[in-house]
């Protein structure tokens, strides 16, 4: 489905995909951001592109994890693959979908995810963090560690959808507090989603195994590590994962895919329950492990 098709569905009119959808259009969908009761989070690993295409156990995993959400009335993904100099928010009507990949087939390339964009929660998300600034932008979109999951979830595409940026300046603390930050859209109605993977090593992937249940020996020891940390509520050892020897420095040689973890795990609640889903090592060294807390 094209912009132009979504938005007639919409009964928006107009001759511009980007004009025909004003703010004020936006914020009747949107609603305004009262309290509701609270939203989980989630963290998706996202794995490969092709999952957004294929029917597995992966995607059934995200089509099941959605019947047990109620319906959010917006959606904050916070993706591997944006990274930037700084903090930004897409604010946008109609983020694009990204085809941030190459070398795959072209029906994959043809996928389009016309989710509206919500340019209030963007500017919410900028009042709402004190602690530095946050960015408005216009330039991004919905990249693949977003849609690619989203669009199993809520295929659809009627829930606004915004991207928040990885700053690769700051530490794995400055991230996990900046999360904590972000913790009253939860009470808004935001579903929060990390989307990366916990263990994420490209370089050593066995690639004749590559859709296939397995994982090297630091593979797995290090995900179990992650997994244990999760379940005890052990936030400070998963902030400092770079402190946990050799396992670790395989299992996440650069901190992109992992970092969307720990903002998952700085909006988690005292008490809250923590359940793990679609937790498969594939190809040696990657693994699909998703959370779900509240």
């Known amino acids: 489905m094209n912009r132009r098709s979504f938005l007639s569905i919409l009964g928006i009119g107009g001759t511009s995909i980007y004009g025909a959808m004003n703010l004020n259009t936006l914020n009747s969908i949107l609603g305004p ?24 156990q992966f995607v059934r995993g995200f089509r ?3 019947t047990e ?13 944006w990274e930037t100099s700084g903090t930004r928010v897409t604010a946008m009507q109609n983020p694009p979908t990204i085809h941030d990949f190459g070398g795959f087939p072209k029906a994959l390339f043809e996928v389009q995810y016309p989710a509206p964009g919500s340019p209030e929660l963007a500017k919410e998300i900028h009042q709402t963090v ?8 216009e330039q991004w979109g919905l990249d693949h560690g977003a849609w690619t999951v989203i669009r199993h979830m809520y295929p659809e595409a009627n829930i606004p959808v ?10 794995p603390r400055e991230h996990y507090d900046l999360a904590r930050e ?21 370089r050593m992937v066995h690639w004749q195994k590559l859709n296939e249940p397995y994982g090297y020996d630091w593979a797995i020891e290090a995900n179990t590590k992650i997994k244990e940390n999760i379940l005890n509520g052990n936030h400070k050892d998963l902030i400092n994962f770079r402190q946990l020897g050799r396992a670790f420095d395989l299992a996440i040689p650069t901190p992109e895919h992992y970092l969307p973890l720990l903002y998952t795990l700085g909006l988690q609640g005292k008490g809250e329950d923590v359940s793990l889903f ?17």
């Open 33 to 56: 951001l009262e309290n509701t009761p609270k939203m989980p989070v989630l963290f998706l690993g996202h794995g490969s592109p092709m999952n957004a295409i294929e029917d597995n």
């Open 64 to 66: 099941q994890i959605s």
């Open 69 to 81: 959400i109620e319906v959010p009335k917006a959606i904050l993904v916070v993706s591997a693959h």
């Open 130 to 137: 004190q602690s530095m600034e946050v960015h408005l932008d």
């Open 162 to 171: 915004v991207q928040l940026s990885l700053d690769y300046r700051k530490s």
């Open 182 to 202: 972000l913790v009253k859209l939860r009470e808004k109605g935001i579903l929060i989603v990390g989307s990366g993977n916990v263990v994420h090593n490209l």
């Open 278 to 294: 679609n937790d498969e090592p594939l190809g040696g060294s990657l693994t699909m492990t998703s959370v779900k807390i509240g």
